[in-house]
């Protein structure tokens, strides 16, 4: 019952540098998508998609980029971490769009120094 | 945008007695989901509530669903420890899940 995996589960940055956060779900999901979680100010969506090779917006995409070749994998990029992208980070997946129960991973904790 | 305002913010009573919080928007939402988050781990889905006035449940967690489908509330009587954590509202709209920021319960033995 693996559900969500996200990768790695904490990570330290240094201004400037690249990485790229691994999502994966095995319950064979249309739906998913990435949210980041900071104090005070909830879940808020990044980016998500409906389905393989289909990405969308959320509500704040700036500075992070998506692809979708498979059903099972979502992974975030961060192009050029900025200290303001310190955060925690959720991965979620649904079986249909717009409907249904989400189900979040366990989250990736990252800090931009 | 579809903003949820979720109150009170944060909220501590005693173990036993009962609270209740609030998840208002202007928007009407299809359908209406509330999470609870305990710490270092992802939001896990209590219910989903569809039709307006709608009542649902979850052992001692009531979930009623407003009339007009734009508001919902969350009453847990006689409060356990086991209660604590964040509780989050979402509702649907334009293949997105938008949430409030939550309400933070604690429950103190």
């Known amino acids: 019952n693996a559900g969500v995996t996200q990768t790695p589960k904490f990570q330290v940055l240094k201004t400037g540098q690249s990485m790229t956060l691994q999502c994966a779900q095995d319950?064979?999901?249309?739906?998913m998508s990435w949210y980041r979680q900071d104090p005070g100010m909830g879940l808020r969506l990044i980016h998500y998609?409906?389905?393989?090779?289909?990405?969308d917006q959320g509500e704040v995409p700036n500075g992070y980029n998506v692809s979708r070749s498979t059903t099972e994998d979502f992974p975030l990029r961060l192009l050029s971490a900025a200290p303001s992208q310190t955060s925690v980070y959720f991965c979620?997946?649904?079986?249909?769009?717009?409907?249904?129960?989400?189900?979040f991973g366990e989250g990736s904790r990252l800090t931009v120094l | 945008t579809q903003l949820l305002e979720q109150s009170p913010q944060f909220l501590s009573i005693q173990e036993g007695e009962n609270l209740t919080v609030y998840c208002n928007s202007s928007s009407v939402f299809s359908s209406l989901q509330w999470y609870r988050q305990e710490p270092g781990e992802g939001p896990v889905l209590l219910v989903t509530?569809?039709?307006?006035?709608e009542v649902k449940k979850l052992k001692r967690l009531t979930f009623q669903f407003g009339d007009a489908r734009k508001d919902s509330s969350l009453h847990i009587t006689a409060a356990q420890p086991g209660d604590t954590g964040l509780y989050l509202c979402a509702g649907y709209g334009n293949n997105r899940l938008a949430f409030g920021k939550g309400n933070q319960v604690v429950v103190i033995p």
């Open positions: 979620a997946s649904s079986y249909g769009v717009g409907t249904g129960e989400l189900f």
């Open positions: 509530v569809v039709t307006g006035g």
């Open positions: 998609s409906v389905g393989a090779g289909i990405t």
């Open positions: 319950m064979n999901h249309e739906y």
